[in-house]
């Protein structure tokens, strides 16, 4: 019994961060009807930018905000203005592609410009350990998970409590509605790409300390946060944090106690099962569309 809860609390560290990854598809899917592949290397990006100025000699928090500003630039305003607006008007398909081709384009890029090998990152928390009734729990564990926490419901608060989250919301719900009732449409829809893009260096300032900085970091989680938010359910940013905690949870149970091969494909088992059982996703709506 000791075993088994000490691996479910780091599935839940785990689980938070493919959260916080998954919530960016949702947003994103929510906002503009966009689906980004490249989510994955939204994390990894952020992980050498703030190792960059963290080397330069700038304090970790610092590096974390400096880098929010560049990632709500690059990540940001120039995929949006760059990328999906060119494509928007032809549909999902090429939007898809395209941001399939930015992630290989951007694992490449690091790795011929920067390096091929792992790179230590400092952790925000300090490297404490505590017994709790004979479980062993780590602050960088209890730290990340409640972080990733906070971060998700912070963001479900603003969509929901603020009259910029509730405009985003009409944008998202109906785009020619919103724009009747005056709101700016482009606006609307930049910020969702803003938060993602804060969203997404936040994931790699948790998730980086224990996996290292390397190229092809987001390779697995792109795809696990991907599984999280339909798991969940695409249409419902609640449900992105439930499908990572799932996800979390029953790899590391699944390494375990059946086999580490498997921890990979844990998700994808989850996937294929809620997908059979419940398209929409545990917590997601039905959408009626015409044909």
Same mark, same amino acid.
């Given at each position: 019994?000791?075993?088994?809860?000490?691996?479910?609390?780091?599935?839940?560290?785990?689980?938070?961060?493919?959260?916080?990854?998954?919530?960016?598809?949702?947003?994103? $899917? *929510?906002?503009?009807?966009? @689906?980004?592949? /490249?989510?994955?290397?939204?994390?990894?990006?952020?992980?050498? @930018?703030?190792?960059?100025?963290?080397?330069?000699?700038?304090?970790?928090?610092?590096?974390?905000?400096?880098?929010?500003?560049?990632?709500?630039?690059?990540?940001? $305003?120039?995929?949006?203005?760059?990328?999906?607006?060119?494509?928007?008007?032809?549909?999902?398909?090429?939007?898809?592609?395209?941001?399939?081709?930015?992630?290989?384009?951007?694992?490449?890029?690091?790795? /011929?410009?920067?390096?091929?090998?792992?790179?230590?990152?400092?952790?925000?928390?300090?490297?404490?350990?505590?017994?709790?009734?004979?479980?062993?729990?780590?602050?960088?564990?209890?730290?990340?998970?409640?972080?990733?926490?906070?971060?998700?419901?912070?963001? *479900?608060?603003?969509?929901?409590?603020?009259?910029?989250?509730?405009?985003? *919301?009409?944008?998202?719900?109906?785009?020619?509605?919103?724009?009747?009732?005056?709101?700016?449409?482009?606006?609307?829809?930049?910020?969702?790409?803003? @938060?993602?893009?804060?969203?997404?260096?936040?994931?790699?300032?948790?998730?980086?300390?224990?996996?290292?900085?390397?190229?092809?970091?987001?390779?697995?989680?792109?795809?696990?946060?991907?599984?999280?938010?339909?798991?969940?359910?695409?249409?419902?940013?609640?449900?992105?944090?439930?499908?990572?905690?799932?996800?979390?949870?029953?790899?590391?149970?699944?390494?375990?106690?059946?086999?580490?091969?498997?921890?990979?494909?844990?998700?994808?088992?989850?996937?294929?099962?809620?997908?059979?059982?419940?398209?929409?996703?545990?917590?997601?709506?039905?959408?009626?569309?015409?044909?």
């Amino acid at each position: 019994m000791t075993d088994f809860l000490q691996l479910f609390f780091s599935g839940l560290s785990t689980g938070a961060i493919y959260a916080l990854a998954a919530l960016g598809f949702t947003l994103l $899917w *929510q906002a503009s009807g966009t @689906i980004n592949f /490249a989510q994955g290397e939204f994390v990894m990006l952020p992980a050498f @930018i703030m190792l960059g100025f963290n080397m330069a000699g700038l304090p970790l928090m610092m590096s974390f905000l400096l880098s929010c500003l560049v990632a709500v630039f690059l990540l940001g $305003w120039v995929f949006k203005r760059g990328l999906v607006d060119p494509l928007y008007r032809y549909g999902m398909m090429p939007i898809v592609v395209a941001t399939i081709g930015l992630s290989i384009a951007m694992r490449n890029g690091i790795r /011929a410009g920067y390096s091929a090998e792992a790179h230590p990152f400092a952790s925000l928390f300090a490297d404490k350990i505590y017994n709790i009734a004979g479980v062993t729990i780590t602050l960088q564990d209890i730290g990340t998970f409640l972080l990733a926490l906070a971060l998700v419901l912070a963001t *479900q608060a603003f969509l929901t409590k603020t009259v910029t989250g509730r405009a985003m *919301q009409a944008v998202a719900q109906n785009t020619e509605s919103a724009s009747v009732l005056g709101i700016n449409v482009p606006r609307m829809v930049f910020y969702t790409f803003a @938060i993602n893009a804060v969203l997404a260096v936040s994931a790699a300032l948790l998730v980086t300390p224990t996996y290292l900085a390397k190229f092809d970091m987001g390779e697995s989680l792109g795809t696990k946060a991907f599984f999280a938010a339909i798991i969940g359910g695409f249409n419902n940013s609640r449900g992105a944090l439930l499908g990572g905690l799932i996800v979390g949870v029953c790899e590391n149970l699944a390494a375990a106690y059946i086999s580490p091969a498997y921890k990979d494909a844990v998700a994808l088992i989850i996937f294929m099962v809620v997908i059979l059982f419940k398209p929409q996703g545990l917590l997601g709506k039905k959408e009626e569309r015409k044909v």
